[in-house]
Nanobody, 115 residues
Framework: QVQLVESGGGQVQAGGSLRLSCAAS????????WAWYRQAPGKRRELVAS???????NYRDSVKGRFTISRDNAKNTVYLQMNSLKPEDTAVYYC?????????WGQGTQVTVSS
């Protein structure tokens, strides 16, 4: 019932920036705790950042100070501002709610950072 569409990825040089968007549509009632995940080639999906209903946020150590998660509840959209990108940030990025079970995963958006 709920569809998740990630966008905003692309190819950038190390040190560059990207702003990812996650649009949720369908039978969603409201945004609560949401998160961005990423999956690099040959690796398992990992949590990158999460945002609470009160807009508090948590980040994995490797992206602290570089990434910022935010939301626009009126638009049912979650964002991830990524600055000072590094080659190790290269991955497909996905969004989803933190609550179990997650919604069906979207197609993700590819982020490629070249050195």
């Amino acid at each position: 019932q709920v569809q998740l569409v990630e966008s905003g990825g692309g190819q950038v040089q190390a040190g560059g920036s990207l702003r990812l968007s996650c649009a949720a549509s369908g039978s969603i009632f409201s945004l609560n705790e949401w998160a961005w995940y990423r999956q690099a080639p040959g690796k398992r999906r990992e949590l990158v950042a999460s945002i609470l209903s009160g807009n508090g946020a948590n980040y994995r150590d490797s992206v602290k100070g570089r990434f910022t998660i935010s939301r626009d509840n009126a638009k049912n959209t979650v964002y991830l501002q990524m600055n000072s990108l590094k080659p190790e940030d290269t991955a497909v990025y996905y969004c989803n709610r933190v609550a179990y079970p997650p919604y069906a995963w979207g197609q993700g958006t590819q982020v490629t950072v070249s050195s």
